[in-house]
């Protein structure tokens, strides 16, 4: 273990932020029963071999439930990409200089990167959060990485995501340093060797590795007997495009669109709200398994399968993206197929 020179830091006195959040993760829908239910009754009429679109089906018929209309949309499909900057980022924990964050955003903003390209291929939006890059979050290992308030409040602007008709959203980031910031928080929340949750992020040598391990492990220690409540070890060991990503679920949970997390940094933000309640997630599918060790793990922690593996660690909201095809797929089959009785095709003997 490295040695931690500072005291351990104590709960922030300032309470009430989180119960404002608390007391939305205390009203969460669950799914619309009838609505999928007349999903699998059409799927049963529609011409093809009983469940020969497997998880197609399925789909389609999680889709309604969390859109809570009997025939589910992807018309409005929007890609949020959270950007955060981090303290950490100096710990040498990233292939990449931290000035990269910024950097990306000037390039989502003039059609650059690739979600931009993945975006304008398949007709879904991109709306890009700054959540004050210029201003990184104290490095985890010595202080808090945000107050009580700053967290609450960056989850609230989290839940701007949803706003202007969205019917399906993709969660994604942007944060140079973050994926060690996702290792703390999944570390954090479920235990286990900091060295299964860390990974390469944007590619970092051996020793790049060990400074990422050394860096979770001191601020697992910072922060020891203040991490089992899920939302202090957010403000604690996480970071805003975290809180954000948080606060983007839990409000489409609330107003019913369906969520594709992306991959292994997204998805440590969303194990946050799983942490708080199991079924916080169950709205939200998994858009790919990402190359970053450490994913899989995390996948099998919360339930997930993912719907593709494409050996892409990009972020950006990409793999996330891409698994809307898919969704869009399995929408396309349920309502334009015709049924058995439209087509005159013989049904099973
Ligand atoms: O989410 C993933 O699976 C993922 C895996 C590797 C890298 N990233 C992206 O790369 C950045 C973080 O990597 P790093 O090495 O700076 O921690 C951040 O901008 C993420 O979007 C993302
Ligand atoms: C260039 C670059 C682009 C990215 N997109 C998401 N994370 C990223 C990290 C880097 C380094």
């Known amino acids: 273990m490295p040695q931690s020179t500072g005291a351990v830091i104590p709960p922030n006195p300032t309470g009430l932020p989180f119960d404002d959040i608390r007391?939305?993760?205390?009203?969460?829908?669950?799914?619309?029963?009838?609505?999928?239910?007349?999903?699998?009754?059409?799927?049963?009429?529609?011409?093809?071999?009983?469940?020969?679109?497997?998880?197609?089906?399925?789909?389609?018929?999680?889709?309604?439930?969390?859109?809570?209309?009997?025939?589910?949309?992807?018309?409005?499909?929007?890609?949020?990409?959270?950007?955060?900057?981090?303290?950490?980022?100096?710990?040498?924990v990233s292939a990449y200089p931290a000035a990269v964050t910024r950097q990306m955003l000037d390039a989502?903003?003039?059609?650059?990167a690739a979600i931009n390209q993945i975006c304008g291929a398949f007709g879904l939006g991109l709306k890009v959060f700054d959540l004050a890059t210029e201003k990184p979050t104290p490095d985890f290992t010595e202080d808090a990485a945000m107050t009580e308030a700053e967290c609450a409040a960056t989850m609230a602007y989290g839940m701007e995501a949803i706003a202007g008709g969205v019917d399906l959203l993709v969660v994604g980031e942007m944060g140079i340093g973050n994926t060690t910031v996702a290792s703390a928080l999944a570390a954090a929340l479920f235990g286990g060797d900091v060295a299964d949750w860390v990974g390469r992020g944007t590619g970092v040598d051996e020793e790049g590795v060990a400074r990422k391990v050394a860096a979770v492990e001191a601020a697992l220690e910072r922060h020891a007997g203040n991490l089992d409540d899920p939302l202090e070890a957010l403000r604690r060991v996480g970071?805003?495009?975290?809180?954000?990503?948080?606060?983007?679920?839990?409000?489409?949970?609330?107003?019913?669109?369906?969520?594709?997390?992306?991959g292994f940094v997204a998805t440590a933000a969303a194990a946050v709200l799983h942490a708080y309640d199991a079924s916080a997630l169950a709205h939200c599918v998994a858009g790919h398994k990402s190359a970053e060790a450490g994913h899989k793990r995390l996948l099998k922690r919360l339930e997930l399968k993912p719907l593709l593996d494409l050996d892409m660690r990009l972020g950006e909201g990409s793999g996330g993206a891409l698994a809307v095809t898919i969704v869009k797929a399995a929408v396309a089959c349920h309502t334009g197929m015709a049924t058995f009785a439209e087509a005159a095709v013989s049904e099973k003997g």
């Open 108 to 112: 989502f903003s003039s059609g650059q």
């Open 239 to 262: 970071g805003r495009e975290f809180a954000a990503i948080g606060g983007a679920i839990l409000a489409a949970r609330l107003e019913g669109v369906p969520v594709v997390i992306d």
């Open 23 to 92: 007391a939305l993760l205390a009203r969460m829908p669950g799914p619309d029963e009838a609505s999928a239910a007349s999903v699998r009754a059409r799927e049963a009429e529609l011409i093809k071999p009983a469940g020969a679109l497997g998880r197609l089906e399925e789909i389609a018929e999680w889709l309604a439930a969390w859109q809570r209309k009997p025939t589910p949309t992807v018309d409005r499909p929007l890609v949020a990409i959270f950007a955060g900057a981090h303290g950490v980022a100096a710990r040498g």
